[in-house]
């Protein structure tokens, strides 16, 4: 597994970088289409990283590529979360029916989170 992180302000060309390394990663065989998770903030901006993965897939005349890259988990943080959990629910004898907290539930939600992997 490789875990790439690429971090920038708005606008410095995160998403032209993410899409090469996507084109190069799956063109030399070290990545799979549908083994591809890449988190952004927005929805825009995983559109655009889609976008411009296939299209770069596709110039290079990797259509099949192209077409799976469909089944990689990208999106924002929240839908590729989301659909991770919902998709691995079951196995984990938990619902896939997703709750969004307000502030005072998460609040608890964390607290008992802590609580039961940090010692005081």
């Known amino acids: ?8 302000s708005a606008g410095s060309g995160k998403t032209t970088r ?3 390394i996507l084109r ?12 591809i998770v890449a988190t952004t903030f927005t929805k825009q901006a995983a559109a655009e990283l889609i976008e411009r ?4 897939l596709l110039e290079q005349r990797r259509g099949h590529d192209a077409h799976a890259l469909l089944a990689a988990r ?7 979360c989301g659909s991770l959990v ?7 004898g938990l619902s ?8 005072a539930a998460g609040e608890t939600a964390l607290k008992h989170a802590l609580a039961v992997v940090v010692d005081d």
């Open 1 to 8: 597994m490789k875990i790439r992180i690429v971090t920038a």
């Open 18 to 20: 993410l899409s090469q």
């Open 24 to 35: 190069d990663e799956l063109t030399a065989g070290r990545a799979r289409p549908d083994g």
């Open 53 to 56: 993965a296939r299209s770069e």
């Open 74 to 80: 990208i999106g924002t943080v929240n839908s590729v």
């Open 86 to 92: 919902a998709d691995y629910a079951f196995e984990l």
């Open 96 to 103: 896939p029916r997703l709750t969004v907290l307000d502030e």
